[in-house]
């Protein structure tokens, strides 16, 4: 029993290091100054043609942007622990 605790254990310590990983990755895509101009010149563009007036700035457009990295980072975890999950269920 001790032996698959630590097979267990191992894996799931890798999947710390990719998950991190992935964090660390989208953190920096996500946190860029220039993704920033570019959100919100593309939101203003897009809103616009719809005619909705939005002005993204400041901690508005860092919450946007925290919302965008939670999902992405929920999505990156969901598809590393998925195999996981899948593996402790059997």
Known sequence: MSKVL???AALLNEKQVQISLVGAILFYIVASPTLFDLVKKLLNKVLGVVGVKMNLEGMKL??????????LLYL???YLMGP???MFKK
Do not use: E, N, Y
Request: glycine share 6%; aromatic share 10%.
């Open 6 to 8: 630590d097979q267990a």
């Open 76 to 78: 990156s975890i969901t």
């Open 84 to 86: 996981v999950v899948k």
């Open 62 to 71: 860092v919450l946007f942007h925290s919302v965008v990295f939670g999902l």
